[in-house]
């Protein structure tokens, strides 16, 4: 018999305001360390299945849908989306919890997040564990989107990816022909936009790993707020991470796969080679890929996370 999912001790929506609910859900040991785990995206929403990441007998894990993304309402909602509103959403969920200080874990934009978090609010965060970081810059952008980055390894997917489009063209226009795939009266032409973004996503993050069995209204919400960031440049994270990095005051552990196509270890090194922390560690897990799918990558985070709540 496989093992039983974990059931939430406790879960609610907490109203944010601006016609935002956001969903929370918290796992495990209601008297253990308490670790906030955010998830990716931006939209992808929480899965129960990640909580596998975590000893939920040592910590009280908490698991954050962000504004439109997962079961928050309402789903898919872009008006009063943006990094400002989800930092603060962050800081107003662990108030609610009334704990003065938590522990983060968080993957790909998640991880983004999580450093942009604990550099806003650095006497909030103990520590924290974070893979597959994405630096949204217009180089990591660029090599995500373009044709001159990821397109160049995966020529056909990328094909495929931009279908219908000129190409080569302006990312600016993929991503406003994207808007307007996505949008469509016609459900078949949204279904088939949010099946080709989430495709291409998925070729980069765990190449040979076919796009399974999608919920439909979700993998729209999905890539709808993805690309709403992606075309916002992520709301200025960048330019927030150079000048906030130093003040972050936790341990922080790094870790990226040596096959990450979403964003390579390169652009993560030469990102954190002129910002060098000694509370920052980054280690490149070789042999690994972008998705927690690669056996290689969930065993690294699962490791690093026992070290955590043992520190």
Not at 15 to 23: A, P
Not at 289 to 309: F, G, P, T
Request: hydrophobic fraction near 40%.
């Amino acid at each position: 018999m496989p093992n039983a999912l974990p059931k939430a001790v406790r879960r609610t929506w907490i109203d944010v305001g601006d016609g935002h609910q956001l969903h929370v859900a918290l796992y495990g040991n209601p008297e253990g360390i308490p670790l906030l785990y955010l998830h990716g995206g931006p939209g992808a929403g929480c899965s129960v299945e990640e909580l596998k990441l975590f000893d939920l007998s040592i910590y009280q894990v908490i698991l954050l849908d962000q504004r439109g993304a997962g079961r928050s309402r309402p789903r898919g909602e872009l008006k009063h989306n943006n990094l400002s509103s989800l930092l603060a959403d962050i800081e107003r969920v662990r108030c609610w919890l009334n704990v003065p200080q938590w522990m983060l874990a968080g993957g790909s934009f998640g991880a983004t997040l999580a450093l942009l978090y604990s550099a806003c609010y650095p006497n909030r965060v103990i520590s924290q564990v974070l893979w597959g970081l994405f630096v949204p810059n217009s180089t990591g952008i660029e090599w995500l989107y373009g044709n001159s980055g990821a397109a160049r390894l995966f020529k056909e997917e990328y094909t495929t990816f931009t279908k219908g489009s000129k190409s080569p063209q302006p990312l600016k226009a993929l991503f406003a022909d994207y808007r307007s795939r996505l949008e469509d009266e016609c459900q078949e032409v949204r279904h088939s936009a949010a099946e080709r973004w989430l495709s291409w996503e998925m070729a980069l993050a765990y190449p040979g790993c076919m796009l399974g069995e999608v919920n439909v209204p979700f993998s729209q919400s999905l890539a709808s707020i993805e690309l709403y960031y992606v075309a916002n440049e992520y709301f200025g994270a960048f330019e927030k991470l150079i000048v906030q990095l130093p003040l972050i005051q936790c341990q922080t552990r790094v870790l990226q796969g040596e096959m990450d196509w979403v964003c390579p270890f390169k652009v993560l090194q030469n990102f954190f080679k002129a910002r060098a922390s000694q509370l920052i560690e980054v280690t490149e897990i070789k042999g690994g890929y972008h998705a927690l799918a690669d056996v290689k990558m969930a065993r690294a985070v699962i490791d690093a996370i026992q070290e955590m709540a043992k520190q």
